[in-house]
Nanobody
Framework: QVQLVESGGGLVQAGGSLSLSCAAS????????MGWFRQGPGKEREFVAA????????YYADSVKGRFTVSRDNAKNTLYLQMSSLKPEDTAIYYC?????????????????????WGQGTQVTVSS
């Protein structure tokens, strides 16, 4: 089991940048595929990005491709999401999640039900 704690959220103007972190407990962080999801006001939770255990494979939602970068540091048990060129529609609670299943097809890794552990979320608000 792994416990996840997100941080780094806040208020930023459109066009600005923000970096989120997700600290994981335990010594097995490197064994988990990790993902970022978000839930905007009045919206369903949606996939943002995923990264394989080694970090060699990454996948992004079309809405954030080219603007967001997911990375991980297995030595520090930490997942990151660097966000740039932020838009008001990026406003949401951002969650990190860990999946026990191996890295597999993109459609599978982008489904929230494929993830087993979740953080509590961190609020990101982008003002226009």
């Amino acid at each position: 089991q792994v416990q996840l704690v997100e941080s780094g959220g806040g208020l930023v103007q459109a066009g600005g940048s923000l970096s989120l972190s997700c600290a994981a407990s335990g010594r097995t962080f490197r064994m988990y595929v990790m993902g970022w999801f978000r839930q905007g006001p009045g919206k369903e939770r949606e996939f943002v990005a995923a990264i394989s255990t080694s970090g060699a494979s990454r996948y992004y939602a079309d809405s954030v491709k080219g603007r967001f970068t997911v990375s991980r540091d297995n030595a520090k048990n930490t997942l990151y999401l660097q966000m740039s060129s932020l838009k008001p529609e990026d406003t949401a609670i951002y969650y990190c999640a860990a999946a026990i299943q191996p890295w597999t097809t993109v459609p599978v890794m982008s489904r929230d039900r494929g993830y087993d552990f979740w953080g509590q979320g961190t609020q990101v608000t982008v003002s226009s």
